[in-house]
């Protein structure tokens, strides 16, 4: 018998999916505290109906809520700061995060930072948290980040002009509550990009140096719920089961990748989305196919075996299956608002020079399948233009 891989997986205590689920936020939240933070985007929330009624759900069951509203959508550690003192204001003992990844990382952040006497600036920079925060909610409102089971917070410290993730422990959060019915009214183009954000996701953890078998029975699975929905949940952001799979497939990629990582794409796309401003989202999927022909050679099985579970391909020849997976998510990312050169995301050939240091620092990028040198990737982001 051959011996087993060991393996080490970080995951969210208590996860609870399906349509519906949003009902338990208050019956959750009582047994954690009873003055809750709760942190989420500047309006959709509200105009959507369903801050009202999730603040109601907690008032039931004795939680009082403090809203912090107004978390953008690449949040920076000022904004952390501003919830920190809020949460201590209010002398809050859990933070509620409900919105797009956004919002989840800033309430995360927030939650983990809210026992340290730092500021949230020389965190991001690498400080260690070692004060235990409050327990943190995560309640995603698109199917994309995957932040509800994911132990980090991207933020950007505008002075420096750096995006990082503050990373840690206290930055789980203790309940994931994912209720696809509170991303029906997500916009197309929001949708889009979410989308495409967690099949990257799916794709990367699949592939990355990182996995294990457990993290690949969740990719794996993540990226037949993705494929599957992606166009339709664009296409017609009403149909429920569409949603559905959507949020679980988002959900399973980032149970993988908290604990696989993930790949180039995500090294590159701080430094790109800091250069062009684009959304996370839609400089994931405009670097995706760029990135799988990168890797082809070196992620081969990998990618021929995605292509097989998500129905693309019957072929057994490897070469040809991870193609075919290179072309049907270019034909995918065609088929979505996203773009395809970096010249289309408004950047320029100066540009690209200060992104290299940081993609090569990248943890994301030390995960790639396929090693990456300076010149490789100077080369790489040239021919993207
Ligand atoms: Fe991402």
Redesign the pocket.
Known sequence: MERTESFQLVATPHIIFGSGAIEQAGQWSARLGSKALLVTGRSSLRRSGWLDEIVSNLSDHGVAATVFEGAEPEPSVNMVQAGCEMLWEADCDLVIAVGGGSSLDVGKAIGALAGESGEAAEYQRGRQITELGVPIIAVPTTSG?GSEVTPNAVLIDQERGVKASLRGQGLIPHVAIVDPQLTLTLPPAATAFAGI?AF??ALEGFTSTGANLVTDKFAAEALVHLAGAIRTAYSDGEDLAAREHMSLGSLLAGIGFASSRLGLV?GL?HPVGIASGQP?GRV?GLLLPHVIDFNLEAAQEKYARAARLVGITGDSDDEAAALSLHDWVTQLVEDLPIGQSLSDLGINEEDLEPMIAPAMASGSTRHNPRGVTEHELRQFLEQML
Request: aromatic fraction near 0%.
């Open positions: 980040t954000d990257t996701q995500h796309a996370h994931c």
